[in-house]
């Protein structure tokens, strides 16, 4: 078995540790025999997106989103399509924003995003920063995942929330909600990175990729002590003993 | 957490303007701001000015923020200093130099760092350029990293450093920070990296590109534990010896000689001083313990710590490593960075016998050796300091290798220290230090 996993713009969107991520998915592929393809797809390698299984996009600075916004426009309705077709995408801060209809910044400016999904996200005063604790709406267990948040713009939407917040902010730190869930795609604002001290959610992703090429239910075991050890080390440390479970 | 800007704090709120005190005592002053290095350029630039001035203020422990400033003064008070030498966290910048007027500015380089205070990487070094513009002052700024080199259409009075191509780099980089031109921002070409954007670059579009050196390191070589190059400022070439590890401290030793000279000191005595210079305050720090070396080194950034363990792999002595990684504020509360930094050049380092892993998110940090596939030897994992620390001292090795963030560094050398006081164990060329203390 083989995936192509697409990091977009790996070279702009760089922030926050969040290549973690791929490490994690290459990785847990890997120790099971299955072939991963990382592809950094980015202004001097642009390449068909329909070859992708998993495209990954992270956050970046301003002036990151900026070029990357003016040069993936051209694949808006590839990009849509895709997910509308099942493709997995996970997209991290920045580009879970990017992913929306627009963003307004502090002085009221409205810069358009990609508009794959219709939300959108507003600056608000004073940046949510810290350690995340969420229950999450994809069925997985343990329910916990743990993260990371840092970000100034707050998001406003009515698709499924990726989960509700236990400790810290999500989307918006009003409606205790974060990130957010379309068919195979899941936007979060979660770093850490996310994904290796959330095996199960890891592996949630490689599994939906798989689904849809192969013939597969689940995904075989791997010894995952170190990788619950960290994420109960974040549970212990930061969640005052709420959400333990296990 | 940050202990030694405690005292400042108190006093800053008394007296706002002691900022402006401290300014009018010290005849002469160089601040040095940047990302990494700036405590050790300015524990090198305070211990080359003490050889020939007596009265010279440092904050040489690292408190950078204005407290921290402020807190140097206030441990020695004196009514004159020849020279002030104060390192500045970036972020702190622009409030500091409102009352400390420095002649002259070394800035080191722009990493990401503690994020989570500064929001963005280039947020920080606009920070830095906005805040000297009505400066008068002459900067010292590192050629080879483009944030920084960038700075010279300050068109203030420039000074540029360097190190020029060596066995140690790269031509490739895998914790790239801003490949992208500073100027018009299109991608930059390397011709070789250093360390992180720290190398030999040109933007094809608008030709911006290294400036010229006036100082540059040359013909690194590492043999004894020492790295000894030869420093060549326009043409007068000296030989330098440093004993600390890393490319990144030739950058630091760069830094040092160019302020030095520019501000009138002779070449023989101040390459002296780099080679008889001994980092006392537990940042980076060789200490004999019984019949093995214990090596300190603060990682607290991706590049500081892909660099620490590229540097340890120029080692053949049998060796441990321990790394402790704490998330207090003063550390960074977000540890993710670990995932930027290249960990996975641990399976370079020869005669490794046993990695350990501590503090708050010990778990992350084997976490992340997991996923650079580092199965070779066993990683133990123990969130307790001081019995990691008494483990592996414990252990058949030639030399130990702590890397400890910012919290647990003093922690970790109040334990060393507590053990050294029990053993017949001693702080190498003692007699140099205390020298050095009360002179010759």
Known sequence: ?246 | MNATALPGKVALRINPELLSTLNSRCKKKVIITGTNGKTTTNNLINHILHSEYDDVLSNLRGANMAQGVASAFLNDTKKEYDWGVFEVDEGSFPNIVKYLKPDYVVITNFFRDQLDRFGEIENTSKIVYEALKPLETTLILNADDPMVSKFKDLNKKNVYYGVEKSRFSTLDQRVVESRFCPVCTNSLDYEYFNYGQLGKYVCSQCGFENPEYDYKITSIKYSEDAYHFKIDNSGKIHDVIFRYDGIYNAYNCCAAIAFSIEAGLDMEKVTQRIENFEYKLGRMENIEFKNKMVKIVLVKNPIGLSEVLKSISNDQRRKSILFILNDNPADGTDVSWIWDADVEVIHNIKNLKSVHCAGIRAQDIALRLKYAEYTDKIVEIDKNIEDSIETVLAEDVDIVYILPTYTAVYQTRDIIMGHLNQTSARIPRLREIIKSKIGN
């Open chain 1, 1 to 246: 078995m083989k995936i192509n996993i697409f990091h977009m713009y790996p070279d702009l969107l760089n922030l926050y540790g969040d290549i973690g991520n791929i490490t994690s998915l290459k990785k847990r592929c890997e120790w099971r025999g299955i072939e991963a393809n990382i592809v950094d797809f980015s202004l001097s390698n642009e390449r068909d997106v329909n070859d992708a299984d998993i495209f990954f996009m992270g956050g970046g600075s301003d002036r990151g989103q900026g070029i990357v916004y003016s040069h993936f426009l051209k694949y808006k309705n590839s990009v849509s399509d895709a997910i509308e077709d099942g493709s997995v995408f996970l997209a991290i801060c920045g580009g879970y924003q990017l992913l929306g209809e627009s963003y307004i910044d502090a002085d009221g400016n409205k810069i358009p995003g990609l508009g794959v999904f219709d939300y959108t996200t507003e600056s608000e005063e004073g940046r949510l920063i810290g350690n995340v604790v969420i229950e999450n709406n994809l069925g997985l267990k343990p329910k916990t995942i743990v993260g990371f948040e840092n970000h100034g713009g707050r998001t406003y939407h009515s698709y499924n929330a990726l989960g509700s917040v236990v400790v810290g902010n999500g989307n918006n730190g009003k409606d205790r909600l974060e990130g957010m869930i379309y068919k195979n795609c899941i936007g979060t604002y979660l770093h850490g990175p996310i994904l290796p001290k959330n095996p199960h959610l890891s592996d949630h992703i490689i599994l939906s990729a798989l689904k849809r090429k192969y013939d597969i239910k689940e995904l075989e075991k791997l010894d995952d002590n170190q990788e619950y050890a960290a994420h109960n080390n974040v549970l212990e440390l930061y969640s005052d003993g709420r959400s333990k479970e296990q």
